[in-house]
């Protein structure tokens, strides 16, 4: 029997994903074996730092795709949201899985919801997507670092008492079976997901055409072209872990609207905008947004940040 080896990150979250595509993948191909191996990415040995002091692109996939690309693995598979715009040479997404829901979610320790905040509560995030969006929301809202896997964020809050709420993607509380956590989901208004948001990526090397044909079954046509046109978004404005850039995109029948919003470091100035068009000019949707927003401002914010010309 073929045996097909499925590179993961090995928390329990990227456990738990990889694990529902090789059960997918099983059931349709039960003549295949499918292994899980597990890789250790900078991002799980950096945990004391936030992402955006130790890095850009590929905190918590280049491992795993050295791995593809030596052929120690077949098949990556990853959060969406984690995948740098650009992909090394040789490698491809193979499949785009169907999205749950994209939005974030706030979990907080009494039970409050996010309007219910007053000015000094402690809000703790590792995204600078996140702090930006919350800043802009409520100015006075103390927002302080928190990394680590969704069960020991849960764990850090409740038991520091000076914690008052956390923000997590609601996909990953799904994927978890925690949905007995009471929370609340954000409303895109207050706060835009992250582009790929709650889908998973199947990376795989390119030409590979028997592996291609195994994952092909995996890939949600609707999720693969909401989620390219958002990160045609954040390919357009040089976007990565160090930026709080944002987009959403949705598809209801052949048309699909973008959601997107750049913002400062503080919140201060955040810039938001909505495009929309026939779902097969994704492409051109997530390109004119990010030029929109550019020219309305969010470029000056970007060039600052980067410290370069765009």
């Known amino acids: 029997m073929k045996t097909i080896r499925i590179g993961t990150r090995g928390s329990r979250l990227a456990l738990v994903q990889s694990e529902q595509v090789r059960d997918i993948l099983h059931n349709t191909f039960p003549g295949v074996a499918f292994e899980l191996i597990v890789i250790k990415t900078t991002g799980d040995k950096i945990l004391d730092a936030p992402l955006s002091k130790i890095g850009d692109k590929g905190l918590f996939t280049k491992e795993i795709e050295s791995a593809l690309l030596d052929g120690s693995v077949d098949i990556a598979v990853h959060s969406m949201k984690d995948m740098p715009t650009e992909l090394p040479q040789g490698l491809t997404i193979g499949a785009v899985t169907a999205r749950v829901t994209p939005l974030d979610l706030f979990i907080s320790r009494n039970g409050k919801r996010l309007r219910d905040l007053k000015q000094g509560d402690t809000i703790a995030t590792g995204s600078l997507r996140r702090k930006a969006q919350l800043r802009a929301f409520m100015p006075g809202l103390n927002i302080i670092d928190m990394r680590g896997n969704v069960q020991s964020r849960i764990r850090k809050m409740r038991e520091n008492p000076d914690i008052d709420g956390i923000v997590l993607a609601c996909a990953g509380i799904i994927r978890l079976g925690l949905q007995d956590i009471q929370s609340e989901i954000v409303p895109e208004d207050i706060i835009i997901p992250a582009a790929g948001q709650a889908s998973l990526a199947v990376e795989i090397r390119e030409h590979d055409h028997a592996i291609e044909t195994i994952v092909a079954y995996l890939d949600d046509r609707d ?17 990565g872990c160090q930026v709080p850039i944002a987009a959403l995109a949705r598809i209801s029948g ?16 955040v810039f938001r905008g909505s495009g929309s068009g026939p779902a097969s000019d994704y492409i051109e949707i997530g390109r004119n947004l990010a030029r929109k927003l550019l020219d309305n401002g969010a470029k000056k914010i970007l060039e600052q940040i980067y410290g370069r010309s765009l």
Request: aromatic share 4%; with cysteine.
């Open 223 to 239: 999720s693969r072209i909401a989620i390219a046109c958002e990160r045609t978004f954040l390919s357009e404005l040089g976007g």
């Open 254 to 269: 052949d048309a699909l609207t973008l959601t997107g919003m750049v913002a400062d470091l503080e919140g201060r100035k």
